[in-house]
């Protein structure tokens, strides 16, 4: 079955260092990719997506890039801020079921001042 | 901007009560969901809503759950006979249309616990 796997975190960074997330992903077909964020105390927030391999998904500052030959959709970022300290998650649907988002287990991100 | 504005934020309920979570989605949209996140765990698809009635669901989504959008802006989760598993965050979401070209919103969620 379809799945998304992400690197466990909690992941703590200074900041303005440089953040990647791991990301892959199973599935049939060609899905569409996304990641979420949640902040402290708030619900889930689309932070970006990409619907075909080789788009690149950006917002604030992060990207992720749909690489269909290593099903990745690692997320970046170049300087990371205090207020970018969330859980992200990312996630997939298949374009024939778009109702069902198969979310990853989530990455918890620290950023130290 | 728009948002899905879920109530209550909190709920302790005793095993075997009926629960009732409430959600607006947002005014336009006309697809209407629930997932859920037992704690430490992913957030899970339970069902997916469209023109009254039940799109799709998951095998999580049996007989002790039911959806209703009971008037124009409403659209609630009600749980018959609540199990101390039910324990979770239930996160309400909608969207304008289907399809991975719309995005899904999702509100704040929640969280129920079952004593």
């Known amino acids: 079955g379809n799945s998304v796997t992400q690197m466990e975190g909690p992941v703590t960074l200074s900041e303005e260092a440089f953040l990647t997330i791991n990301c892959t992903y199973t599935?049939?077909?060609?899905?569409?990719l996304f990641w979420y964020v949640q902040y402290p105390g708030e619900g889930l927030q689309l932070l970006l997506k990409a619907t075909k391999a080789d788009d690149k998904g950006s917002n604030k500052g992060f990207e992720a890039t749909y690489r269909k030959e290593t099903t990745s959709f690692h997320l970046e970022k170049g300087s990371v801020q205090v207020s970018d300290s969330a859980v992200y998650f990312c996630?997939?649907?298949?374009?024939?079921?778009?109702?069902?988002?198969?979310f990853g287990s989530g990455t918890r991100l620290s950023i130290r001042p | 901007e728009p948002e899905v504005t879920q109530t209550p934020s909190h709920q302790v309920t005793q095993m075997g009560q009926e629960v009732i979570l409430r959600c607006v989605p947002i005014s336009n949209h006309l697809y209407f969901y629930w997932y859920r996140q037992i704690l430490g765990q992913k957030v899970e698809f339970l069902v997916s809503?469209?023109?009254?009635?039940?799109?799709?669901k998951s095998e999580i989504f049996d007989d002790q759950f039911s959806v209703e959008r009971p008037d124009g802006s409403n659209f609630t989760l009600k749980i018959r006979s609540t199990k101390l598993e039910d324990s979770a965050m239930y996160f309400c979401?909608?969207?304008?249309?289907?399809?991975?070209?719309?995005?899904?919103?999702f509100g704040e969620g929640s969280w129920l616990t079952v004593v």
């Open positions: 599935a049939t077909g060609y899905p569409s």
């Open positions: 996630a997939l649907s298949e374009k024939s079921s778009a109702s069902k988002i198969i």
């Open positions: 979401a909608s969207s304008e249309g289907r399809g991975s070209g719309n995005t899904i919103y």
């Open positions: 809503f469209y023109n009254n009635e039940i799109s799709e």
